[in-house]
């Protein structure tokens, strides 16, 4: 008989061959529970159980392991081996072990015949009558010779984790409004399209009106941000839309700040009785009396006259006016 016939107790355990006592005692009972023929009605279930106790009471015991695992590397003859040992296979000794007990075989010593696979048929090996165990003592972890260790493969490393979904870059729109929105406040519907991408794999177009509320004071360059009301594709964040206020160039004032400019051309006949009508951006006109002659180039202040304060709205900036005569001939 080759090595290769040899059963492999450890392989029945379910261990390797560098294996310590406490992790073939937890192996062992992890079978014996999986293989109990109270529990596994399998017609091999006795067989199985029985080459499981063999296993057990040859690698739980230091000397019989040695002897065996020399025998393993060495050995020719199956009779070798099986003849320096002895088992008991009692399913009821098993359950005394699990309690803590030493336990024997209930039925006395008997003689067993098994085949090189261990299951209960006639062979040509004949294994020593059975003993009575010892309390159970458990052995010394030892090293295997190298030669003799099975290695468990080299696992491969966990694949990495998918990265999180990066959101699109933000999608600008500008909004151009004009001084006199910006000095009374206004409210704009603005239509957008996106893209989504639908379970079935369809794209199809959405619309949708976003309002975008203009507040007095407001600057150039002031954003309102709509967070992911962008395309909709699957592993993406949808871009924000973002909307930037842009200033329409007005005919007659210019805006400083809060402050609002303009040059006015009036005739003579007007300078000369000094008294005008100023344009309000923000309500009726100013009508202003100087009470003398208004002469070219006159620069007169309006307090509030300008713009609301963005930070306050109960503030507002001055409107600085500038006077051009107009002569008759002009």
């Known amino acids: 008989m080759t090595k290769s016939c040899v059963k492999d107790y450890y392989e029945i355990i379910n261990v390797s061959m560098t294996a310590c006592s406490d992790e073939i005692k937890k192996a062992y009972r992890k079978q014996a529970l999986k293989l109990h023929p109270d529990k596994n009605q399998d017609d091999c279930s006795g067989d199985k159980?029985?080459?499981l106790q063999e296993a057990y009471e040859v690698l739980s015991d230091p000397a019989?392991?040695?002897?065996?695992?020399?025998?393993?590397?060495?050995?020719?003859?199956?009779?070798d081996i099986f003849n320096s040992f002895s088992f008991t296979s009692s399913p009821r000794a098993t359950n005394r072990h699990f309690n803590g007990h030493t336990f024997t075989n209930s039925r006395g010593a008997h003689t067993a015949t098994r085949d090189v696979r261990g299951r209960g048929r006639t062979g040509?090996?004949?294994?020593?009558?059975?003993?009575?165990?010892?309390?159970?003592?458990?052995?010394?972890?030892?090293?295997?010779?190298p030669s003799m260790q099975r290695a468990p493969p080299p696992q491969p490393p966990p694949p990495p984790p998918p990265p999180p979904p990066k959101q699109d870059e933000a999608i600008l729109y500008d909004v151009k409004v004009n001084l006199?929105?910006?000095?009374?406040?206004?409210?704009?519907?603005?239509?957008?399209?996106?893209?989504?991408?639908?379970?079935?794999?369809?794209?199809?177009k959405e619309e949708e009106h976003l309002s975008v509320e203009i507040k007095p004071g407001w600057k150039e360059g002031t954003k309102i941000t709509y967070p992911k009301k962008?395309?909709?594709?699957?592993?993406?964040?949808?871009?924000?839309i973002v909307f930037l206020i842009k200033e329409e160039k007005h005919s007659l004032f210019q805006r400083d700040g809060s402050t609002l400019r303009c040059n006015m051309d009036i005739p003579l006949c007007d300078a000369l009785a000094g008294k005008v009508l100023v344009p309000n951006l923000g309500g009726p006109d100013f009508d202003i009396n100087f009470e003398k002659p208004i002469q070219p180039g006159t620069i007169?202040?309006?307090?509030?006259?300008?713009?609301?304060?963005?930070k306050d709205d109960c503030k507002r900036g001055q409107l600085v006016v500038t006077f051009n005569v107009r002569l008759p001939n002009e």
Not at 64 to 79: E, S
Not at 126 to 143: D, E, G, I, K, L
Not at 189 to 203: C, F, H, Q
Not at 230 to 240: E, F, H, N, S, T
């Open 49 to 51: 159980f029985k080459a």
């Open 64 to 79: 019989k392991r040695r002897t065996y695992d020399a025998k393993l590397g060495n050995t020719t003859h199956l009779a």
């Open 124 to 145: 040509n090996f004949r294994q020593s009558p059975t003993f009575s165990r010892p309390a159970y003592q458990p052995p010394p972890c030892f090293s295997t010779p």
């Open 180 to 204: 006199e929105e910006i000095c009374n406040g206004s409210t704009r519907k603005i239509r957008i399209e996106r893209e989504v991408l639908v379970a079935d794999g369809i794209l199809v």
């Open 230 to 240: 962008g395309d909709v594709y699957p592993g993406r964040i949808p871009a924000d």
């Open 300 to 310: 007169h202040c309006i307090l509030g006259g300008g713009l609301p304060d963005r």
